[in-house]
């Protein structure tokens, strides 16, 4: 069956860099695009980014200068990484399948 | 960026109403407007795909509309496992944009 389950680190320090993995099973990344969305504590849901199944990218203009999607399509997985992290960044960050998401997981930004 | 105005925030309601929750959509979007679920401390869940198809698995208590740049979501006969916060997301151009999110809460 279809599943995604994030991983990264829980904690980052303020101006690092934000490093996490989305590991896919069910199916292929050359057929299928995964988004990235995060959620800060109490708020909404904001995309983040897509990498399409062709490994073509798009990025929230917001983000766009510190965010970059990749992918191992041999090793089923989707990377995520955020340069400059500020406090603003701890969120709980999802990918998803559009119809199938991950569990989340949460990133604090801290000294 | 093509702004989502999601309405209302919090829609009260007993079991068994009928709810509506309505986005307005800044630009024309087509039909690219979806509708998540979400119940607190888990994932989003797909509830409609191409403004009007309700995904797999959803109950056909959920409806989705359109009329002009305003898309519904209709809950008809609203049951307790209902209650959560449900987004928009139009996804026709970039970057991609949700609603603000409308929570669904016991009367």
């Known amino acids: 069956q279809v599943q995604l389950k994030e991983s990264g680190p829980g904690l980052v320090k303020p101006s690092l860099t934000l490093s996490l993995t989305c590991t896919v099973s069910?199916?292929?990344?050359?057929?299928?695009?995964v988004i990235w969305v995060r959620q800060p504590p109490g708020k909404g849901l904001e995309w983040m980014g897509v990498?399409?199944?062709?490994?073509?990218?798009n990025y929230n203009s917001a983000l766009k200068s510190r965010l970059s999607i990749s992918r191992d399509t041999s090793k089923s997985q989707v990377f995520l990484k955020m340069n400059n992290l500020q406090t603003e960044d701890t969120a709980m960050y999802f990918c998803?399948?559009?119809?199938?998401w991950g569990q989340g997981v949460m990133v604090t930004v801290s000294s | 960026d093509i702004q989502m105005t999601q309405s209302p925030s919090s829609l009260p309601a007993s079991l068994g109403d009928r709810v509506t929750i309505t986005c307005r959509a800044s630009q024309d979007i087509g039909n690219y407007l979806r509708w998540f679920q979400q119940k607190p401390g888990k994932s989003p869940r797909l509830m409609i795909y191409?403004?009007?198809n309700l995904a797999n698995g959803v109950p056909s208590r959920f409806s989705g509309s359109r009329s002009g740049s305003d898309y519904s979501l209709t809950i008809n006969s609203l049951e307790s496992e209902d209650m959560a916060i449900y987004y928009c997301l139009q996804h026709n151009e970039y970057p991609f944009t949700f609603g603000s999110g409308t929570k669904l809460e016991i009367k």
């Open positions: 069910g199916f292929s990344l050359s057929s299928y695009g």
């Open positions: 191409g403004a009007t």
């Open positions: 998803a399948r559009w119809d199938h």
């Open positions: 990498i399409w199944g062709n490994g073509n990218t």
